[in-house]
């Protein structure tokens, strides 16, 4: 584990068990932790009872420790179930954390953690400014969801009703913020459908999305600079292309840091906008 631990202390959250508190003020784009895992898992479950079974009399210690919500699988299994992170987007295969498995949800996190598979680490980021004994908190859950479908996820997987501010804000807000998120999804799902026959459409699909994720409290952003940047090269408007590319790397950093398993990619393409994959390969057009 990285010596990080003079921003944040590990105790007890009322409901919640533990948790991770900030013992300072922490700046938006901060890594916080960085952390090797105690055991890694996997869905073969006897080669993660195996690595269980392999792990240090200490770092048994602090698994076991752990929370546990599955009882109708052995206790070991039912802890990596209970607080497993996976390893990169694919999440195939995961681990369980001494730390990091101690950061609780909320349905809008202060924090994104993310896997570098080359140091074998988990880092965690401030992904907005979080003031000195706030919680530091990350979410459970894919991107927007309404707050029917989060709090039935929750319910069917962690066992939990989720109180967040987001969750029990009156009806008014909250209506307004499902409404938002179904915008929101609704431009997702055209912005790369329209890409094939109508690439303006669908950056201006971008661009409202964009507007919407800043009534929504601004994160999320990343994903869609990237669909900016891969539409403008495909189309071959390397300047506009460029400018993608600058906001998808800024936007990338502050949310996973230059530890995160795509920096690299993302870096490559902010110095050379033409060096996507696809780019090029429709006919040109200038989509600005």
Excluded at 5 to 14: G, H, I, L, R, S
């Amino acid at each position: 584990m990285s010596a990080r631990q003079e921003c944040y202390v590990v105790k007890d959250a009322p409901g919640k068990g533990m948790g991770m508190f900030a013992t300072r003020d922490i700046k938006r784009g901060e890594c916080i932790l960085a952390e090797k895992p105690l055991v890694f898992a996997s869905r073969d479950l006897i080669k993660t009872q195996l690595a269980i079974n392999a792990m240090t009399e200490l770092d048994k210690k602090s698994f076991f420790a752990l929370h546990n919500i599955h009882f109708d699988v052995p206790t070991a299994i039912g802890i990596v179930r209970t607080n497993a992170l996976p390893l990169g987007s694919d999440g195939v295969d995961c681990a369980v954390y001494k730390v990091m498995s101690r950061v609780n949800h909320t349905c809008a996190p202060n924090v994104h953690h993310t896997w570098n598979p080359k140091m074998k680490k988990e880092y965690l980021h401030a992904i907005e400014d979080i003031a000195s004994g706030s919680e530091i908190l990350t979410s459970y859950l894919e991107p927007f969801l309404v707050r029917e479908d989060r709090m039935e996820f929750l319910r069917k997987n962690f066992k939990f009703e989720c109180h967040c501010n987001l969750c029990a804000a009156p009806k008014p807000e909250y209506e307004l913020y499902d409404s938002t998120v179904r915008r929101i999804n609704i431009y997702s799902d055209l912005i790369m459908t329209s890409a094939s026959f109508s690439p303006k459409k669908s950056i201006q699909f971008v661009r409202e999305v964009l507007v919407l994720l800043d009534k929504i409290g601004g994160e999320g952003k990343t994903p869609f600079y990237y669909d900016g940047y891969q539409i403008s090269a495909m189309y071959g408007d390397y300047t506009l292309a460029q400018e993608w590319a600058n906001l998808l790397l800024d936007s990338y950093i502050m949310d996973e840091g230059k530890e995160g398993e795509k920096y690299e990619r993302y870096l490559k393409y902010s110095k050379n906008p033409r060096s996507h994959e696809r780019a090029g390969c429709a006919p040109r057009q200038i989509l600005s």
